[in-house]
C-alpha cells in the first residue's frame, strides 16, 4: 500500500518550515523585505527546490530584487538548511516570486468595487420602501 503522503511531499513541508525559520532567524540582510515562504516542490530525486516566496509591503522593485538577493544568498541558505535537516543531499534552492497573493487581493479589490453599488441599490430600494 502506498503512503499518503510521498516523500516529496514530507521533504518540501519539512523544508518550507526550516526555510522560514532560517529566513526569520539566521538570515540577517537588511535588504530583505518581510518574506513569506509560500510553497516548496522539490523534484522526484530531490536535485532542486523551488521555493515560492511571497514579499509585502514592497513595490514590484522591490519584489524582484528580493528574490534575486534569495537566489544569491541560496548558498548560505542551504548550508544552514543543510545543518537542520538528515537528508544525505540537500537540494539546490531556486527562489521564484509567488504573484498569487498579490492576483487574490485584486480579484477581492474588484468584488467589493461589485458589490458595493448592488448594495447602494438595496438600500436606495429600502428608502423608497419605507417611505410609502
Known sequence: MAKEFGRNA???SQ??????LILQRNIDDSRLGFITIN??????????????????NVDEEGKRA??????ELAPVIRHELAKRMRLRHISELRFYYDDSFDKGMR??????????????????????????
Open 10 to 12: 514530507r521533504v518540501s
Open 15 to 20: 523544508m518550507q518550515k526550516e526555510l522560514s
Open 39 to 56: 510553497e516548496v516542490e522539490v523534484t522526484k530525486d530531490l536535485a532542486v527546490a523551488k521555493v515560492y516566496v511571497t514579499v509585502l
Open 66 to 71: 528580493n528574490v534575486k538577493l534569495l537566489n
Open 107 to 132: 480579484v477581492a479589490e474588484l468584488l467589493s468595487d461589485v458589490v458595493k453599488p448592488v448594495g447602494a441599490l438595496h438600500d436606495k430600494d429600502d428608502l423608497d420602501e419605507s417611505r410609502s
